[in-house]
C-alpha cells in the first residue's frame, strides 16, 4: 500500500541548475499538489491539480512548473534553481477536489537545498 | 480569504495528561472542513481528525477530539492521555468546497507540543 511516493529524499542543487521532483500516487485520487514548508511559514500551496491535464497556480508558483499527464504522477519542476526554494516540498492527494471532506494524503517530502 | 490562525507556537504536557492545542479560523465558504495533522521529527504529515462545517458532533478518533466552536470559529485538537510520542508539530488546517480557495487546504503556523515524561 504506497500512498503517495516522493522523490528523492534529499536533493542538493546550484544555483541556476533545474531539477524534477517525482510524486506518484497509486490511491486514484483525482486532486494532487504541491506544497512548500519552510520555517515559520507553515505550508504553501505551490500547484495544484483537479484532474489529469488540469492543472492550476497556487500561492507561490514562481519558479515552479508542473503537469498531470496521468491521474497518477504529478511532477514538480524547478525550472533555475534560486537559494530561496530551498525548503522542504509535499506532495500530497485526495480522493476529490469538489468537497470539502476529503483529507489530503502527503508524501513523506524532499529537502531541497540550493547553494 | 481563508486563514488559519494557531496562537501557540509551544506547548508541554506531561505524560498522560490532557491537552488542547487551538485553532481559529475564518473564511467566507458555508462548506468547509477543519482538519488536524501531526508531524513528527522524522518529517511526514500524518492526519488525525477532520471535522465538517455542517457536522453537529465534535468528531473523535480514539484519544483525539475536537472542540468545534462554530460560533466562535475555533477548531481546537483535545489530546487525551498524553504520551510521549505525541511529541510532534501539529498543524491545524481547513479545506472549502468551492470559491477562489477550490481544494485548497490552507495551514496554520503550528504548535510544537512536548510530552514529559
Not at chain 2, 28 to 52: A, H, N, R, T, V
Amino acid at each position: 500500500n504506497a500512498g503517495v511516493t516522493q522523490t528523492p529524499k534529499f536533493q542538493v542543487l546550484k544555483t541556476g541548475q533545474s531539477m524534477t521532483l517525482q510524486c506518484a500516487q497509486d490511491m486514484n485520487h483525482e486532486y494532487m499538489s504541491w506544497y512548500r514548508q519552510d520555517p515559520g511559514m507553515g505550508l504553501r500551496l505551490i500547484h495544484y491539480s483537479v484532474g489529469a491535464g488540469i492543472t492550476d497556480q497556487g500561492e507561490v508558483p514562481n519558479g515552479y512548473n508542473v503537469s498531470r499527464s496521468t491521474t497518477e504522477d504529478f511532477p514538480l519542476r524547478l525550472l533555475s534553481a534560486a537559494p530561496s526554494q530551498t525548503s522542504v516540498y509535499f506532495c500530497a492527494s485526495s480522493y476529490s477536489s469538489g468537497t470539502a471532506n476529503s483529507p489530503l494524503h502527503f508524501g513523506n517530502g524532499t529537502r531541497l537545498t540550493v547553494t | 480569504a481563508q486563514k488559519i490562525t494557531q496562537t501557540q507556537p509551544g506547548m508541554f504536557v506531561q505524560e498522560k495528561e490532557a491537552v488542547t492545542l487551538d485553532c481559529t479560523y475564518d473564511t467566507s465558504d458555508p462548506s468547509y472542513g477543519l482538519f488536524w495533522y501531526k508531524q513528527p521529527s522524522s518529517g511526514e504529515m500524518i492526519f488525525l481528525i477532520y471535522q465538517g462545517s455542517y457536522d453537529q458532533q465534535n468528531a473523535t478518533e480514539g484519544r483525539y477530539s475536537l472542540n468545534f466552536q462554530k460560533a466562535r470559529k475555533s477548531a481546537n485538537l483535545v489530546i487525551s492521555a498524553s504520551q510521549l510520542g505525541d511529541s510532534a508539530m501539529y498543524f491545524c488546517a481547513m479545506r472549502s468546497a468551492g470559491g477562489t480557495s477550490y481544494g485548497k487546504l490552507t495551514f496554520g503556523q503550528g504548535t510544537i507540543l512536548t510530552v514529559h515524561p
